[in-house]
């Protein structure tokens, strides 16, 4: 069976320090992964999709950076961390050609 | 783009008995996906049920079951015999055949009274 993997599952960083998040998909090949973000008492933003290795989409331009080295690996990064970057991440991924997406366990930013 | 809208932000129901959330979305494409997921404070999103646009039949999971209504762009999702386990927040969401993105409601709030 596939399961989709997040960490780390909290993080608290200063403004301006870096961030890497990652997420991995087990159980399956060539799956399109995407990165969501939901700020507090909100719905889910997409930030990322990416269709295959190195193939990356942006949804929403912001000084969030997505990367996709392997396969099943997916990560999330920034340069520069903003105060307006504190939210919970999420993951997701879905077989090529499938319609429904899976959610990985998510990781919550708080950027102080 | 399409927009999928939620109303009533917050539901309250007694263990036991059934609720209905609501969703409308906007869209001119005839082929389509529609989702209910379920956000419980773990705050993992948990798939509950989906439904083919081009389906007439509703989609039934367990106690969850949705009633689609094409013509009206409605999509709500009834839950039968609440259990405390229910108690989460609920995100409609739609995705278009055309590609792989969906697009999500600001979700209802579900409280299960004991």
């Known amino acids: 069976s596939q399961t989709i993997h997040q960490w780390p599952a909290t993080l608290v960083q200063p403004v301006g320090s870096p961030l890497s998040l990652e997420c991995t998909v087990e159980?399956?090949?060539?799956?399109?992964l995407y990165w969501y973000r939901q700020a507090a008492g909100r719905g889910l933003q997409l930030l990322f999709y990416s269709v295959g290795i190195g193939q990356i989409s942006s949804e929403v331009p912001q000084n969030l950076s997505a990367s996709r080295p392997q396969d099943r690996q997916f990560i999330l990064s920034s340069k520069k961390l903003l105060l307006s970057d504190s939210g919970f991440y999420l993951c997701?991924?879905?077989?090529?050609?499938?319609?429904?997406?899976?959610f990985g366990p998510g990781t919550r930013l708080t950027v102080t | 783009a399409q927009t999928v809208t939620q109303s009533q932000p917050e539901m309250s129901v007694q263990e036991a008995e059934t609720v209905t959330l609501s969703c409308t979305y906007d869209?001119?494409?005839?082929?389509?996906?529609l989702f209910w997921y379920k956000q419980p404070p773990s705050r993992q999103m948990i798939l509950v049920i989906r439904?083919?646009?081009?389906?007439?039949q509703n989609a039934t999971e367990n106690r969850f079951s949705v009633n689609f209504q094409k013509a009206a762009k409605s999509f709500s999702l009834k839950i039968s015999d609440s259990q405390l386990g229910d108690a989460a927040m609920y995100f409609c969401?739609?995705?278009?055949?055309?590609?792989?993105?969906?697009?999500f409601g600001k979700g209802n709030q579900v409280v299960v009274i004991p």
């Open positions: 439904q083919e646009a081009y389906k007439q």
């Open positions: 969401a739609y995705r278009s055949g055309g590609n792989n993105r969906l697009a």
């Open positions: 997701a991924w879905t077989r090529d050609g499938a319609y429904e997406q899976y």
């Open positions: 159980g399956t090949s060539n799956p399109n």
């Open positions: 869209t001119s494409e005839s082929d389509y996906y």
